[in-house]
């Protein structure tokens, strides 16, 4: 195991490993960039290579003593923090200012076995004020031999005294390929392997992040997909009971609802691209292609912006928990004068 195991990010790799090679390591690093794109990994590999006994600094073995504690999460000298919900039935997860007084303490401390002490904060921006002011006072005053990684998929919520002191390393979203060869390595067995049509399918609606492409649920997406198509075909003020009938559907399921705007976003969308140019590769839902071309010829570009113009709304009002029935309703009266 190396730097080899992280697919697709080349720059971010090359940044790390020239520090390491040039003895240039900052005290503390910012990993941005969407999730489950490989900036933990990134992270994790990046802890290994300063400790390594076999390949450090250069790289990391994988299999000696301190390679394989901070895999299993047991060197005394690695730490990683994560946003944990206040109780089972919370919805938001977040990192308290006591652990991270409780990492400073850790932090004070020379190395115990290692070179390096590394400090890995996943989700650094669901840090509270409390907490993120804490850990401003140790990035201002850091630890000696000691690296602070912050890890975020929304940097922009974090404080700007914090950016600052971090050299920020952005990732972005793998490529197709990446997708495809980490799916294939991700399967335990070949009886578990996917099928071409599957992994073909998953890669191309991956949106180049990893969790979705492992997690989403196939069949559902497709019962997902097919619901909002028969919807589009259908809507018009001759046919409000089709539209009604979907928002009492939708209404009654709020933890579903934004993945489903998602989709029919995505959808629009493509239409629109079938509208103004045409091009297949341009298509995020090319799998359903033969269903989107004679909608799309139904309708007219201006009908399509209309309804993705409204879809987004209705997205964004939710978020700030506008009442679900009557926005998805108002959504669909917009989609009717749009049709």
């Known amino acids: 195991m190396s730097f080899q195991r992280i697919l697709g990010q080349v720059q971010p790799k090359r940044i790390i490993q020239n520090a390491l090679l040039n003895n240039s390591v900052s005290h503390a690093y910012l990993f941005y960039g969407q999730e489950s794109i490989g900036k933990k990994l990134t992270a994790v590999e990046f802890a290994k290579a300063l400790n390594c006994e076999v390949s450090g600094p250069k790289d990391n073995c994988g299999v000696c003593p301190s390679c394989r504690k901070i895999d299993q999460g047991m ?42 002490k590394v400090a890995i904060i996943d989700g650094a921006e669901t840090m509270n004020l409390q907490a993120a002011n804490t850990l401003l006072k140790t990035l201002e005053e850091p630890p000696s ?9 929304n940097p922009y919520q974090l404080l700007p005294t914090i950016v600052s002191r971090c050299q920020g390393v952005k990732f972005h979203l ?11 390595q991700s399967v335990p067995s070949e009886t578990d392997a996917f099928s071409e049509q ?13 969790s979705r492409a492992l997690e989403e649920d196939i069949e559902a997406t497709n019962n997902c997909r097919e619901e909002i198509l028969h919807l589009l075909e259908q809507v018009s003020f001759k046919r409000m009971d089709v539209a009604f009938k979907w928002t009492r559907q939708w209404a009654k399921r709020s933890d579903k609802i934004q993945p489903v705007l998602d989709e029919m976003l995505n959808i629009l969308r493509d239409l629109a691209v079938i509208k103004t140019q045409g091009k297949s590769t341009e298509i995020f839902n090319r799998d359903i292609l033969d269903r989107l071309k004679p909608l799309a010829a139904q309708k007219s570009t201006g009908t399509l912006i209309a309804m993705f113009d409204s879809a987004l709304q209705t997205k964004s009002a939710l978020m700030t928990n506008a009442n679900l029935q009557l926005s998805l309703d108002h959504m669909l009266i917009q989609f009717c004068e749009a049709a």
């Open 174 to 184: 793998l490529s197709t390929d990446a997708v495809r060869q980490i799916l294939q």
């Open 198 to 210: 599957e992994l073909d399918l998953r890669t191309l609606r991956s949106m180049g992040r990893i």
């Open 145 to 153: 031999a000691t690296i602070i990684i912050l890890i975020s998929s």
């Open 75 to 116: 060197h005394p000298d690695f730490f990683l923090l994560e946003p944990e919900k206040s109780s089972p039935a919370g919805r938001n997860a977040f990192i308290k200012v006591e652990e991270i007084r409780e990492l400073q303490k850790k932090l004070a401390y020379m190395p115990y076995e290692a070179n390096t």
